[in-house]
């Protein structure tokens, strides 16, 4: 049980409208509970921190979160504590793992199933949720995961948070899939990259959805009927090379393979009533360039406090922010009575 503190609560209300459980509650019982929704993207998803603390900002509050694959990741982080600043030590802290190279060449296997063992990936995941259950988040939380063993999708909102963290960010592969009872999962982005209509599912009224998949690429490209490796190697170093320079690696390739069949629900995602769609510039990131970190945050920081200031500017997010300011006006003026 968390300790209670009623005076650092009522100061951190202010500042976090995360915080407060009763105007939470209020929220779902009144059907106006607000949702975000995070997308995959690999490191482009770091991005995902800055948009959350543009929200926090702004005084929108947030009561469940949904991600897939690196958005499962920052959203698990985010709903562990409802609170960006330990979000982001915990996140750093996995992706100066993952910039590592070498832990990448230590975990190196035989590629029957993957290139990498994923030991060192499981590491990293267990270290920043260790044994939290999902269910013992502060925010109601949900991640999808692709089931390849019966070909569909995955909800999880129960269990331990890092295994099923884990199989939602496992790019085919890179990472073994992670077995649960017998059954294989993988990346859930394979099946849907912005799982917004689950969102709905759960009673969501707002619905922000933050997606940082990459965009496509359209560029034709001639190379013959065979790829030498060690050519796309020679030719990044040449200035004058334009088809080999360009070619994209494995894990790109992989990502885009995860975006392909979820276009379609990413349409239909956009035409959610009361949902506002937000897409950070982060495409000129890689999806493993984890060492950009700050970099990448700033991005989606500067375009999530840009893009808020012209929803509020238009009206757009009146409803939301002054039902807000009303909770936390009555929280300011609420005292204590005295015992008779």
Excluded at 135 to 141: A, I, K
Excluded at 271 to 293: M, N, S, W
Aim: aromatic share 12%.
């Amino acid at each position: 049980m968390r300790p209670s503190n009623s005076g650092h609560k009522a100061a951190t209300t202010a500042l976090n409208p995360n915080r407060n459980d009763f105007a939470r509650l209020a929220r779902r019982l009144t059907g106006r509970s607000v949702g975000v929704v995070l997308s995959g993207g690999g490191a482009r998803g770091i991005a995902h921190l800055g948009v959350i603390r543009a929200l926090e900002e702004a005084g929108i509050p947030v009561d469940i979160v949904g991600g897939t694959s690196m958005g499962a990741f920052i959203g698990g982080l985010y709903s562990r504590e409802a609170d960006q600043v330990s979000a982001f030590g915990r996140a750093k802290m996995f992706s100066g793992r993952m910039a590592a190279k070498w832990r990448m060449v230590w975990d190196f296997t035989y590629p029957v199933t993957s290139w990498t063992t994923g030991h060192e990936f499981n590491r990293g995941i267990w270290k920043c949720f260790s044994d939290t259950q999902i269910q013992d988040f502060w925010l109601s939380y949900y991640c999808n995961t692709t089931n390849i063993t019966f070909s569909r999708m995955e909800i999880h909102q129960m269990g331990y948070a890092w295994r099923y963290i884990r199989a939602s960010m496992s790019l085919s592969g890179f990472l073994p899939p992670l077995c649960d009872e017998g059954h294989m999962l993988v990346d859930g982005g394979y099946m849907d990259n912005l799982p917004v209509e689950y969102m709905v599912s759960l009673g969501a009224d707002t619905i922000f959805a933050v997606d940082v998949g990459s965009d496509d690429d359209t560029t034709l490209r001639e190379y013959g009927d065979s790829l030498s490796g060690w050519l796309v190697l020679l030719n990044r170093w040449n200035p004058f090379s334009s088809v080999y320079r360009t070619m994209p690696n494995l894990a790109d390739l992989q990502s885009r393979l995860a975006y392909v069949s979820s276009v379609k629900q990413l349409e239909g995602a956009k035409a959610t009533p009361g949902l506002f769609y937000l897409k950070p510039p982060v495409q000129g990131f890689g999806t493993l360039e984890f060492g950009r970190f700050q970099e990448i945050i700033d991005v989606g920081y500067e375009y999530g406090k840009a893009i808020l200031a012209k929803w509020e500017k238009r009206g757009r997010l009146d409803k939301l922010l002054a039902a807000t300011e009303k909770v936390q006006q009555r929280a300011a003026k609420r005292v204590r009575r005295n015992s008779i």
